[in-house]
Nanobody, 121 residues
Framework: QVQLVESGGGLVQPGGSLRLACEAS????????VGWFRQAPGKEREAISC??????LTFYASSMKGRFTVSRDKNTGYLQINTLKPEDTAVYYC????????????????WGPGTQVTVSS
């Protein structure tokens, strides 16, 4: 019954923007930090960003600084992606876990099914 569901993905032209959402049901997302990750075909899963349960702390993977912005409200996490590039094409996942300056996928243990982002002209 408990679940995380990502939304907001789709087909976008290079240079466009998307705002992804991560919505919890069956539990209170406010009790958990939220992490964002992505995985392109044939590639390893990459960390993007995470935000603490209270929302006062945010961290970004060094390669993800600049075009990605993480935020949240009580029961929904958000990832804003600006100036999308073809190499951003991937399945984007949110997850709950431990958020720190050196966060990684193994620090997160409950995952959504992902939402596809495709950047193409």
């Amino acid at each position: 019954q408990v679940q995380l569901v990502e939304s907001g993905g789709g087909l976008v032209q290079p240079g466009g923007s998307l705002r992804l959402a991560c919505e919890a049901s069956g539990f209170s997302l406010g009790s958990f930090a939220v992490g964002w990750f992505r995985q392109a075909p044939g590639k390893e899963r990459e960390a993007i960003s995470c935000i603490s349960s209270y929302g006062d702390l945010t961290f970004y993977a060094s390669s993800m600084k600049g075009r990605f912005t993480v935020s949240r409200d009580k029961n929904t996490g958000y990832l804003q992606i600006n100036t999308l590039k073809p190499e951003d094409t991937a399945v984007y996942y949110c997850a709950t876990g431990d958020c720190s300056s050196d966060f990684r996928a193994s620090d997160f243990h409950f995952w959504g099914p992902g939402t596809q982002v495709t950047v193409s002209s």
